[in-house]
Nanobody
Framework: VQLQASGGGLVQAGDSLRLSCAPS??????????MGWFRQAPGKEREFVAA????????YYGEFAKGRFTVSRDNAKNTVLLQMNSLKPEDTAAYFC?????????????????????WGQGTLVTVSS
């Protein structure tokens, strides 16, 4: 599976963006997998943003994302979304979607980079002050 993230752009502080992630090939399915979003700013390590389990019933967020970001999925459309509101300049980064390594996973390991085996190419989000 190859993942494609889109929706990034240049916005002002306080604005919103919605990122989308889907397989590059419509014949690939992300439905059985938990999906995560990570971000990486220049010179910094990749950090966890949010994740959603395979069924869409449970979500997980990094501390900075709580209350501002919402992760969701539409399994019928084979798509995962990240709605980002009240954006801040410190949210500036490349945002990556990723597919969990384990199918139909119901554990609690969603936060680590190593839990994900397939990554998208990233979409750049730039928030100006």
């Amino acid at each position: 599976v190859q993942l494609q993230a889109s929706g990034g752009g240049l916005v002002q502080a306080g604005d919103s963006l919605r990122l989308s992630c889907a397989p590059s090939k419509h014949t690939d399915s992300i439905t059985p997998y938990a999906m995560g979003w990570f971000r990486q700013a220049p010179g910094k390590e990749r950090e966890f943003v949010a994740a959603i389990n395979w069924s869409g019933t449970t979500t997980y967020y990094g501390e900075f994302a709580k209350g501002r970001f919402t992760v969701s999925r539409d399994n019928a459309k084979n798509t995962v979304l990240l709605q980002m509101n009240s954006l801040k300049p410190e949210d500036t980064a490349a945002y990556f979607c990723a597919q969990h390594r384990r199918v139909y996973y119901n554990g609690g390991d969603y936060y680590a980079v190593g839990s994900y085996g397939t990554w998208g190419q990233g979409t750049l989000v730039t928030v100006s002050s």
